[in-house]
């Protein structure tokens, strides 16, 4: 993978996982769903800024990631997209302040892993 290919990964994982930050934040600010008020969730959702600005970011996220795709093959930025959920632990982690069990970091490890294995020959 190039540095230009590499740049387009993670400026498409980067927005992403700033994009489920806000959305958490934003899921946050509605509360929790139940069946009695999942119709009026579903309209706060264009009423929440947070909300909205996650969205945003998943969608220059995926911009990024269809610009990679121009590049690379699907079987090389597919799993290279993986990376996120590390991103996602982290964020959880460090912002949200959720814990992260051993097996949690175990699981991380093989999902950098197996991105380097996957990104490494090509």
Same mark, same amino acid.
Not at 59 to 78: E, H, K, P
Not at 103 to 112: D, P, V
């Given at each position: 993978?190039?540095?230009?290919? *590499? %740049?387009?990964?993670?400026?498409?994982?980067?927005?992403?996982?700033?994009?489920?930050?806000?959305? +958490? $934040?934003? %899921? #946050? @600010?509605?509360?929790?769903?139940?069946?009695? #008020?999942?119709? #009026?969730?579903?309209? #706060?959702?264009? @009423?929440? !800024?947070?909300?909205? $600005?996650?969205?945003?970011?998943?969608?220059?996220?995926?911009?990024?990631?269809?610009? =990679? =795709?121009?590049?690379?093959?699907?079987? /090389? %930025?597919? !799993?290279? %997209?993986? /990376?996120?959920?590390?991103?996602?632990? *982290?964020?959880?982690? $460090?912002?949200? @302040?959720?814990? /992260?069990? !051993?097996?949690?970091?175990?699981?991380?490890?093989?999902? /950098? =892993?197996?991105?380097? =294995?996957?990104?490494? +020959?090509?």
């Amino acid at each position: 993978m190039s540095l230009t290919e *590499l %740049a387009l990964l993670l400026i498409s994982t980067l927005m992403s996982a700033i994009g489920q930050t806000f959305l +958490k $934040f934003g %899921a #946050n @600010k509605l509360g929790q769903v139940t069946a009695g #008020n999942s119709i #009026n969730h579903i309209l #706060n959702i264009i @009423k929440t !800024p947070e909300l909205l $600005f996650g969205l945003f970011c998943y969608g220059i996220g995926a911009i990024f990631y269809i610009l =990679l =795709l121009t590049r690379v093959n699907l079987s /090389i %930025a597919g !799993p290279s %997209a993986s /990376i996120i959920y590390v991103f996602s632990v *982290l964020v959880g982690y $460090f912002i949200f @302040k959720e814990s /992260i069990l !051993p097996s949690g970091l175990f699981g991380l490890g093989f999902i /950098i =892993l197996g991105v380097i =294995l996957v990104v490494g +020959k090509h």
